[in-house]
């Protein structure tokens, strides 16, 4: 199984900016996208945006204009770059590695996951 690791959490004040982290430690299978999820507390996981291997983005409406995804493939690190962020993006962001043709917004189609990390915005 592919090995991802998160990094870039932490507490921020609402309209502030923080820029996660996904470096791919180990990869066993192609991947044909990474995705990025988040899960507030008591909520399902919810798709936040992916990135192809062809490098195309996208967000979901939620965090359009705030949310932006990208890659160095030099340093195996995808990122998500998050700015004015609210209270309602507070949650474990997790960044995730799938392969195929398969639907990259259902973490169901993923098959590797990093280990989370936690956001928390303060108004």
């Known amino acids: 199984q592919a090995q991802l690791a998160e990094s870039g959490g932490g507490r921020v004040q609402a309209g502030g900016s923080l820029r996660l982290s996904c470096m791919i430690l180990?990869?066993?299978?192609?991947?044909?996208?990474m995705g990025w999820f988040r899960q507030a507390s008591g909520k399902e996981r919810e798709f936040v945006g992916r990135i192809t291997t062809s490098g195309h983005t996208y967000v979901v409406e939620s965090v359009k204009g705030r949310f932006t995804i990208s890659r160095d493939n030099a340093k195996n690190t995808m990122y998500l770059q998050m700015n004015d962020l609210q209270p309602e993006d507070t949650a474990v962001y997790y960044c995730?590695?799938?392969?195929?043709?398969?639907?990259?917004?259902?973490?169901?189609?993923?098959?590797?996951w990093g280990q989370g990390t936690q956001v928390t915005v303060s108004s």
């Open positions: 180990r990869r066993t299978f192609d991947i044909s996208a």
């Open positions: 995730g590695a799938k392969r195929g043709i398969s639907s990259s917004d259902t973490p169901e189609n993923y098959e590797a």
